[in-house]
């Protein structure tokens, strides 16, 4: 076993093999979940631009009306870093690492009235306290909760409007581009991805440029529109003083076994007492690392920076399941293939609850990482069956469905009709253009919120490069990791 640690040397013994390079480039197609262009625009009175480039002018418009909040009260109590995490990852001590705060997320309730009254919401609006921390609050009678902040009085906040919030996507991360390059020179694996040496580059910038990260739960409020709940866009949120908020989503968060060795770490865990990553060698060795994948960089990150989360927040982890999620194998049809199931739940139960309480939240990126519009009738039935047992009881009710392949589904198809009956209120593509709807929008699938996330991964820094898409977020030919890829970027 060994720690992973800053100017940490590794020697691997690697076998490589012409059948572990096939099953790497036939998974490249599956990681792209991403369009390559923008999505044309049409004005319409409720879109929200999110820091938008400089494709014209975009009109904006506030939310409907919310509907008046219970007397429940909380207790006062466009992408991007640096080289490396070695000044905010521990050494081989890793008991000096210091620890966060955050409140134990609250149970959902399993009791779902048909006829729930309006005004029974409880209050999510920000309350002055001694700290500035937030906290899920449950609606009465529903399983959705409200995301509940209580802000510091002693620093000073502004009303940062919606439309200049951020949305970054990523993939898991390139944590070995050596193993990935030794089996492939000209590996495409990672075009869709990023090294942790450019996640870490994106987080420095950004930081520099004054972002803040956010809970995207943040952004919304919850309430009742013919007789339904919805979610409905905030007019604007409140964020300290000269900080302007972001979002920041992974997808895919499962590590399956055809990645193990190709480059990836093998699941995410909880390390004496931290969040870490957990890889296994070709010749026996174990690492657990607080530097290698977006969990533990963020993390440290943010021990390093506290001022860089906002109330604690973390990142969007949107799990497919078919594979299990977070690298453990929780799926039902794991158990023919000899392994202990119950105990693989068990053991994720355990590091998603230690997430939870670190400020990451989930989201479905669906179950067995279909296209939904290729989905109708019995087919549409086994995937949302399959997500309501193999996945939600691990991880809880979510309002948020990431597309696969950032592929929407229209407001009037069978799909969208079964999103919303499942509780999926707000839901998000991709795009180099980060754009939030709220209400109809012409040839969107809006749910109650549709959005658009900004891709950063190899693809699309060198596809965008010249094009001062990046430059809202940080200059790519410095985030580029030259190192890492085959594949090089120079100005």
């Known amino acids: ?16 093999s012409a059948l572990l390079a ?16 923008p999505t044309p625009w049409k004005n319409d009175d409720n879109v929200l631009v999110v820091t938008p480039d400089n494709g014209g002018d975009r009109p904006t418009a506030a939310p409907t009306e919310a509907v008046t909040a219970c007397q429940t009260e909380v207790p006062t109590d466009e992408i991007a870093p640096t080289d490396n995490v070695s000044s905010s990852t521990p050494e081989e001590k890793t008991t000096d690492v210091p620890k966060t705060d955050a409140p134990t997320e609250k149970p959902t309730a399993t009791v779902k009235p048909t006829d729930v009254p309006a005004g029974n919401i409880p209050d999510n609006t920000p309350k002055y306290g001694d700290s500035e921390f937030a906290q899920m609050v449950q609606i009465p009678g529903r399983e959705e909760e409200v995301y509940c902040v209580t802000l510091d009085k002693n620093k000073e906040y502004w009303d940062c409007p919606v439309s200049k919030l951020g949305h970054i996507f990523v993939h898991n991360l390139v944590a070995f581009p050596e193993l990935d390059l030794a089996i492939n020179p000209n590996s495409s694996w990672h075009d869709w991805n990023n090294t942790t040496v450019e996640y870490v580059r994106l987080l420095e910038s950004i930081y520099e440029k004054g972002y803040v990260l956010i809970d995207a739960n943040y952004i919304f409020d919850y309430q009742y529109r013919d007789g339904k709940l919805i979610a409905n866009l905030k007019k604007s949120v409140k964020l300290p003083k000269g900080k302007i908020g972001v979002v920041i989503s992974c997808d ?7 990645e193990h060795g190709t480059g990836r770490i093998d699941k995410i865990v909880v390390y004496n007492g931290h969040i870490a990553s957990y890889t296994y060698f070709d010749n026996g060795t174990e690492e657990y690392s607080y530097e290698r994948d977006v969990c533990d960089i963020t993390e440290q990150f943010c021990l390093k920076h506290p001022d860089f989360s906002f109330a604690g927040a973390r990142l969007l982890l949107a799990c497919s399941g078919n594979a299990g999620i977070l690298g453990y194998r929780t799926d039902s049809s794991y158990a023919s293939k000899g392994y202990d199931v119950e105990k693989e739940r068990a053991e994720c139960r355990e590091v998603i609850k230690y997430l939870k309480e670190h400020g990451f939240y989930f989201g479905c990126h669906s179950y067995a990482h279909l296209d939904l519009n290729s989905l109708t009738g019995s087919k549409l039935d086994k995937e949302f069956n399959s997500w309501n047992t193999q996945v939600k009881p691990l991880i ?45 929008y012409q040839h969107r699938d809006v749910g109650n919120i549709y959005g658009e996330r900004f891709i950063y991964c190899g693809k699309t820094m060198i596809a965008y490069a010249k094009k001062g898409v990046f430059d809202k977020y940080g200059d790519v030919y410095e985030l580029y990791d030259n190192e890492g890829r085959y594949i090089k970027l120079y100005r």
């Not at 799909?415 to 209120?425: A, D, I, N, T």
Request: with cysteine; aromatic share 14%; glycine share 10%.
């Open 22 to 37: 096939a099953v790497m480039l036939a998974g490249c197609t599956a990681i792209g979940d991403t369009a390559d262009t």
């Open 396 to 440: 809880g009710y979510t309002p948020f469905y990431v597309y696969p392949f950032g592929n929407w589904v229209e407001s009037d198809t069978e799909q969208y009709q079964r999103l919303v009956s499942e509780g999926f209120h707000v839901m998000y593509g991709t795009s180099m253009n980060e754009i939030l709807v709220n209400g109809t």
């Open 1 to 16: 076993m060994r720690i992973s640690g800053s100017g940490f040397k590794r020697k691997l013994t690697i076998a490589v």
């Open 252 to 258: 895919n968060v499962c590590f399956p076994e055809n």
